[in-house]
């Protein structure tokens, strides 16, 4: 099938940097959007970043000048770079990959491991 792996996450101070990314492999065919979530302790898993396979980008409000999106399309990579960061940024980041697998002909979504980014104050 098809593998989502995230690396980068981590504990930061606010204020600080930290850079998400994640590659797919596996029978993929072709990938079209491609994002990053977050679900914090009690809440539930909300979008923060997506990117089309053309550039099209869209963020959350709470994210929009501090977390930007990239994707490298040969390589099936989407970065998450996060500046800024804020302790109401902490949860697990979970990369997602809407994904036409080899074979299947259909299109559906693949979701990473998830990795955790705290931020202290």
């Known amino acids: 099938q098809v593998q989502l792996v995230e690396s980068g996450g981590g504990l930061v101070q606010a204020g600080g940097s930290l850079r998400l990314s994640c590659a797919a492999s596996?029978?993929?065919?072709?990938?079209?959007?491609m994002g990053w979530y977050r679900q914090a302790p009690g809440k539930q898993r909300e979008l923060v970043a997506s990117i089309t396979s053309g550039g099209a980008t869209n963020y959350a409000d709470s994210v929009k000048g501090r977390l930007t999106i990239d994707r490298d399309n040969a390589k099936n990579t989407v970065n998450l770079q996060m500046n800024s960061l804020k302790p109401e940024d902490t949860a697990v980041y979970y990369c997602?990959?809407?994904?036409?697998?080899?074979?299947?002909?259909?299109?559906?979504?693949?979701w990473g491991q998830g990795t955790q980014v705290t931020v202290s104050l």
């Open positions: 997602n990959a809407y994904t036409v697998v080899k074979v299947e002909g259909a299109g559906r979504d693949f």
């Open positions: 596996g029978r993929i065919f072709s990938i079209s959007g």
